[in-house]
């Protein structure tokens, strides 16, 4: 199974500030990497996929990179309703894993 | 628009069994891939299985804990994906969630999710 890591687990950071997290696979998942969003209570909701694809509708802030095992999520110009935890998932290959995700909170 | 909805959920006793649904409606289910992923309390995301569209195999695929005691299924006529859960563990409490599956770039699409609770 390919197993994904992500860091950092937590950040804290403020209101303009730029963010970075990072997904590493365990084997190269070429760009079949998914950036998640979750806020307490709610579904996941996803921003990035196939590595660098924005999904409609989600704000150009958010960007993603990579391929093959390394990957990351930038969310430059952090806003007050970004406050959440970001999750990856790998879909290269069943079964699909998700990374223990980042915590990203208000300083 | 897209909805998904789940049902089902609840308390029921290890050992026990329960059949979650998820009723889709806004887009062409018959095409598409199907996901389940469950959120343990306070914990990460864990992929738990697939079905694939009809047109496609309508094959499945599963988690290693879930392989031999959960099922995907699919009634297309109902527009409804199913799991089924045999031989609850208490470990097996979590929130389910269904997702579509965009290709193989990611779950674009979210129900609410149905909280089931494994517990004597």
């Known amino acids: 199974d390919i197993q994904m890591t992500q860091s950092p687990s937590s950040l804290s950071a403020s209101v303009g500030d730029r963010v970075t997290i990072t997904c590493r696979a365990s084997?190269?998942?070429?760009?079949?990497l998914s950036w998640y969003q979750q806020k307490p209570g709610k579904a996941p909701k996803l921003l990035i996929y196939?590595?660098?694809s924005l999904q409609s509708g989600v704000p150009s802030r958010f960007s993603g990179s990579g391929s093959g095992t390394d990957f990351t999520l930038t969310i430059i110009s952090l806003r007050p309703e970004d406050f959440a935890i970001y999750f990856c998932?790998?879909?290269?290959?069943?079964?699909?894993?998700f990374g223990p995700g980042t915590k990203v909170d208000i300083k | 628009e897209v909805q998904l909805v789940e049902s089902g959920g609840g308390l029921v006793k290890p050992g026990g069994s329960l059949r979650l649904s998820c009723a889709a409606s806004g887009f062409t289910f018959t095409d598409a891939w199907m996901t389940w992923v469950r959120q343990a309390p306070g914990k990460g995301l864990e992929w738990v299985g697939r079905i694939k569209s009809r047109s496609d195999g309508g094959t499945t695929d599963y988690a290693a804990p879930m392989e031999d005691r959960f099922t995907i299924s699919r009634d297309d006529s109902k527009t409804t994906l199913y799991l089924q859960m045999n031989g609850l563990k208490t470990e097996d409490t979590a929130v389910y969630y269904c997702?579509?599956?965009?290709?193989?770039?990611?779950?674009?699409?979210w129900g609410q999710g149905a909280l089931v609770t494994v517990s004597s």
């Open positions: 084997q190269s998942i070429r760009s079949n």
């Open positions: 196939a590595a660098s």
């Open positions: 997702a579509t599956e965009f290709y193989s770039w990611g779950f674009n699409y």
């Open positions: 998932l790998q879909s290269y290959s069943p079964p699909f894993t």
